[in-house]
């Protein structure tokens, strides 16, 4: 699994080289022995686990007979694959998970947050991410950082050609007043102006459905244009990614199954008003 955010771009572009090395027809020994690598190598380059050059994608292409506009794309990406986003120029500071969850946020096309006990990051206000952090220990001397960090994530929400973004939420999270009932007011509404955007959709689960499928626990589903679906899976001190096709797929489903569960999105927004007016009074 990639570990610096780099290998990010490096995904998709891996992807690309393996969807135009089976145009051709060859496989990856066939590649590896005339370009003088080992087929783990190439593998690795095209699941995106492994660092890739300009120069080796300049090899891979002449193998696949790619020219002009094509090639010049292709190698752009690479080009820019080891470039570093600004959650690596920011600050030392942040955890390499974090790191890597931003770089992946970033090149997603569609993410999912399951979320059971929490707001998710991409709609937390400063203040509640600032309560939440104190709340979990986080250093004084570190505690800005990451709220900055955590605000610029969200700018991918607003950006030119945005992701989807699909919140689904357990009433627990709108309940529970984290910073004080002055800071969830002010967070769930800010949910709310969020989902008027239209790439952002949230569907609440009111507590009063009972056992649904997302009890198991909460989870962040990432889809990619050319990439494989990554699944992010959050515990109290590390956080594993799985992308593995018979690990992602139950979570399509039990996403799929939820959005039955839940509000609908008009519904789930008069939720969200009704429980902010309760804060307000």
């Keep these: 699994m990639p570990k610096r955010p780099a290998t990010v771009r490096a995904r998709g572009l891996g992807a690309e080289l393996r969807e135009l090395r089976n145009k051709t027809g060859l496989s990856t020994q066939k590649v590896a022995q005339q370009l003088g690598w080992s087929a783990s190598t190439l593998n690795r380059i095209e699941n995106g686990g492994r660092a890739i050059t300009s120069e080796d994608v300049s090899a891979l292409l002449v193998l696949y007979e790619i020219t002009g506009q094509e090639r010049e794309r292709l190698l752009e990406l690479a080009r820019e694959a080891d470039q570093p986003g600004w959650w690596e120029r920011a600050s030392s500071a942040l955890p390499p998970r974090l790191t890597a969850l931003i770089g992946f946020e970033s090149e997603a096309i569609r993410i999912t947050d399951v979320s059971l006990a929490l707001v998710p990051g991409l709609l937390q206000i400063p203040e509640y991410t600032r309560a939440l952090l104190t709340g979990f220990g986080a250093p004084k001397s570190e505690l800005e950082t990451l709220v900055v960090a955590r605000l610029g994530r969200q700018a991918l929400l607003s950006k030119p050609n945005p992701p989807e973004f699909l919140a689904i939420l357990d009433e627990a999270v709108l309940r529970r007043p984290i910073g004080g009932r002055h800071v969830m007011a002010a967070q769930l509404r800010h949910i709310i102006t969020a989902s008027q955007r239209s790439n952002v959709t949230v569907q609440v689960i009111p507590l009063d459905r009972g056992e649904h499928a997302g009890l198991n626990g909460s989870y962040l589903l990432l889809e990619f244009s ?26 399509r489903e039990i996403t799929e199954t939820l959005r039955g569960t839940a509000l609908d999105p008009a519904q789930s927004t008069a939720f969200i008003t009704s429980i902010a007016h309760e804060y307000e009074r």
């Design 226 to 251: 050319k990439a494989r679906t990554l699944v992010h899976l959050e515990h109290r001190r590390s956080g594993i990614f799985v992308d593995e096709p018979d690990d992602v797929d139950p979570f």
